[in-house]
Antibody, heavy 115, light 112 residues
Framework: EVQLQQSGPELRRPGSSVKLSCKASGYSITDYLMHWVKHRPEHGLEWIGWIDPEDGETKYAQKFQSKATLTADTSSNTAYMQLSSLTSEDTATYFC????????WGQGVMVTVSS | DVVLTQTPVAQPVTLGDQASISCRSSQSLVHSNGNTYLEWYLQKPGQSPQLLIYKVSNRFSGVPDRFIGSGSGSDFTLKISRVEPEDLGVYYCFQATHDPRTFGGGTKLELK
């Protein structure tokens, strides 16, 4: 059974960074791109980017180019997203999703940025 | 970047009604390989989004046949016949033809 298990909720100060994980089971992450999506209820879903875990190639939406860094560890079958220079605008739920179409999603992780 | 415009923003319905959601793209979503990668997702409150339709009109495994995707080029529609309580939530179209990928703004299907 395919599952994407994300790490737990995070509380961070403005200006700090956070690294989120997405551990895949039931398949090899090298077989599919892994995407990340941001959700804020008042803004809907935003596509952040994808990583090809097989070779590390990445692609980002313009607005997340300097905000998010996607990586993957094939030995642990886990994808990661680091968010840097956090502001209140980064307070959101972040999902990983197997591509594509997005047939499997992680459960989401809430990131709260607050002083 | 491709902009997907969904209308309406909110769709009040009575259970058993038909609902229709439009998704218009700022450019053609026909890929150079001939496929059109337009998808539909439903996000219920507190849940991860779930895939309904891929490549315009293909229902994902387990999706009831009351969900019908149609369209071509840059104009797409999701129809839900006989709305049931479990259909309520926010619907998003998504294009995977062009990088960067993009979501529509969402349509909230809610009870009248």
């Amino acid at each position: 059974e395919v599952q994407l298990q994300q790490s737990g909720p995070e509380l961070r100060r403005p200006g700090s960074s956070v690294k989120l994980s997405c551990k895949a089971s039931g398949y090899s992450i090298t077989d599919y791109l892994m995407h990340w999506v941001k959700h804020r209820p008042e803004h809907g879903l935003e596509w952040i980017g994808w990583i090809d875990p097989e070779d590390g190639e990445t692609k980002y939406a313009q607005k997340f180019q300097s905000k998010a860094t996607l990586t993957a560890d094939t030995s642990s079958n886990t994808a990661y997203m680091q968010l840097s220079s956090l502001t209140s605008e980064d307070t959101a739920t972040y999902f990983c999703a197997r591509s594509t179409p997005f047939d499997y999603w992680g459960q989401g992780v809430m990131v709260t940025v607050s002083s | 970047d491709v902009v997907l415009t969904q209308t309406p923003v909110a769709q009040p319905v009575t259970l058993g009604d038909q609902a229709s959601i439009s998704c218009r793209s700022s450019q053609s979503l026909v890929h150079s390989n001939g496929n059109t990668y337009l998808e539909w997702y439903l996000q219920k409150p507190g849940q991860s989004p779930q895939l309904l339709i891929y490549k315009v009109s293909n229902r994902f495994s387990g999706v009831p046949d009351r969900f019908i995707g149609s369209g071509s080029g840059s104009d797409f529609t999701l129809k839900i016949s006989r709305v049931e309580p479990e259909d309520l939530g926010v619907y998003y179209c998504f294009q995977a033809t062009h990088d960067p990928r993009t979501f529509g703004g969402g349509t909230k299907l809610e009870l009248k």
